[in-house]
């Protein structure tokens, strides 16, 4: 029994799949499916019942994955120790973002690694919120950038600064004589949400999708990347709602459109980095966090607590 067996056997009961399995495991199927019968053989009992289209842990299975996955994570661990005492410089970075996110930090991150940690490697990644919470469980990324509303807790939250909300029109609507807005008063045939949350409290008084209110609009442009739906909005009297970060960078590359900003409350989000509980890169994070405290992306108010 070693190590990469437990994992295998853990794979499987997570996907309820061999061959799910094999595919994040890295291996081929027959090699996992061999593995755990060596596994079964070793101790001397079944840990799955194998079925036609379905796979599912016997009694004595849920067990032993219980066990198993209770030493995978003691084994990462240690890997994770082993990483705080070594240069962290060293160890790759991984960061994840999202989509709301990336197109505006990817140079601002890029000036803050480059000052505090020019010999390290960074990987950023774009996804969604609930993925890249799951792939900071799965030790993939070391944090990912999310709103407090989007966040998992059984991870640990460090905010690192708040930032209002904003309805983006084109230069010229008729909205744009407005000083401030109510989420009520969007209008539900104009507006285009997005299918993911931006983490902010007041998206639940914002018009929901209605096939019938756009049923007059030419486009569904609903399930187009968030930059890509700004765009449109600048040639047409469509509108989204836009971070404050996006929409001062947006600003700064002259595109036409105006930002109306919502009322209160639930118009502010907290958003910070999502880590795992005694991650070992939380003195990088620190000093991240400083960072941002001491020089914040235009639009935003730092919130970081040493």
């Given at each position: 029994?070693?190590?990469?067996?437990?994992?295998?056997?853990?794979?499987?009961?997570?996907?309820?799949?061999?061959?799910?399995?094999?595919?994040?495991?890295?291996?081929?199927?027959p090699?996992?499916?061999?593995?755990?019968?060596?596994?079964?053989?070793?101790?001397?009992?079944?840990?799955?019942?194998?079925?036609?289209?379905e796979?599912?842990?016997?009694?004595?299975?849920?067990?032993?994955?219980?066990?198993?996955?209770e030493?995978?994570v003691g084994?990462q661990?240690?890997k994770?120790?082993a990483?705080?005492?070594?240069?962290?410089?060293?160890?790759?970075f991984?960061?994840?973002?999202?989509?709301?996110?990336?197109?505006?930090?990817?140079?601002?991150?890029?000036?803050?690694?480059?000052e505090?940690?020019?010999?390290?490697?960074?990987?950023?990644?774009?996804d969604?919120?609930q993925?890249?919470?799951?792939?900071?469980?799965?030790?993939?990324?070391?944090?990912?950038?999310?709103?407090?509303?989007?966040?998992?807790?059984?991870?640990?939250?460090?905010?690192?600064?708040?930032?209002?909300?904003?309805?983006?029109?084109?230069?010229?609507?008729?909205?744009?004589?407005?000083?401030?807005i109510?989420?009520?008063?969007?209008?539900?045939?104009?507006?285009?949400?997005?299918?993911?949350?931006?983490?902010?409290?007041?998206?639940?008084?914002?018009?929901?999708?209605?096939?019938?209110?756009?049923?007059?609009?030419?486009?569904?442009?609903?399930?187009?990347?968030?930059?890509?739906?700004?765009?449109?909005?600048?040639?047409?009297?469509?509108?989204?709602?836009?971070s404050a970060l996006a929409?001062e960078?947006?600003?700064q590359?002259?595109?036409?459109?105006?930002?109306?900003?919502?009322?209160a409350?639930?118009?502010?989000?907290?958003?910070?980095?999502?880590?795992?509980?005694?991650?070992?890169?939380k003195?990088?994070?620190?000093?991240?966090?400083?960072?941002?405290?001491r020089?914040?992306?235009?639009?935003?108010t730092?919130t970081?607590?040493?």
């Amino acid at each position: 029994m070693n190590l990469r067996d437990l994992e295998y056997a853990a794979a499987v009961a997570k996907l309820g799949s061999f061959s799910g399995a094999a595919d994040i495991c890295h291996v081929s199927q027959p090699a996992l499916s061999n593995q755990i019968r060596k596994l079964e053989k070793e101790l001397g009992m079944d840990l799955f019942i194998r079925m036609s289209g379905e796979t599912r842990l016997t009694a004595f299975g849920q067990r032993v994955v219980a066990i198993a996955e209770e030493m995978l994570v003691g084994a990462q661990r240690i890997k994770d120790a082993a990483t705080e005492f070594r240069d962290p410089e060293a160890v790759p970075f991984h960061i994840g973002l999202t989509p709301t996110l990336a197109p505006y930090l990817t140079k601002y991150f890029s000036e803050l690694f480059s000052e505090l940690f020019p010999g390290m490697r960074v990987t950023m990644i774009e996804d969604l919120p609930q993925n890249m919470l799951q792939q900071v469980e799965d030790h993939t990324l070391d944090v990912a950038l999310v709103a407090q509303l989007n966040h998992n807790p059984t991870l640990d939250f460090t905010s690192i600064w708040s930032e209002p909300l904003y309805l983006a029109v084109r230069n010229g609507h008729p909205l744009v004589t407005l000083t401030s807005i109510r989420p009520e008063e969007v209008p539900e045939h104009d507006f285009i949400r997005l299918p993911h949350s931006f983490g902010y409290a007041l998206e639940d008084r914002l018009p929901t999708p209605d096939r019938q209110a756009r049923a007059t609009k030419r486009f569904d442009l609903t399930a187009l990347r968030f930059e890509t739906i700004c765009r449109h909005i600048c040639h047409s009297d469509d509108c989204t709602i836009v971070s404050a970060l996006a929409a001062e960078q947006f600003r700064q590359d002259a595109w036409p459109l105006s930002f109306i900003p919502f009322e209160a409350p639930g118009n502010l989000r907290n958003l910070g980095a999502a880590s795992r509980k005694n991650c070992p890169r939380k003195p990088l994070l620190a000093k991240i966090g400083a960072y941002i405290q001491r020089n914040p992306p235009e639009g935003v108010t730092p919130t970081f607590e040493a």
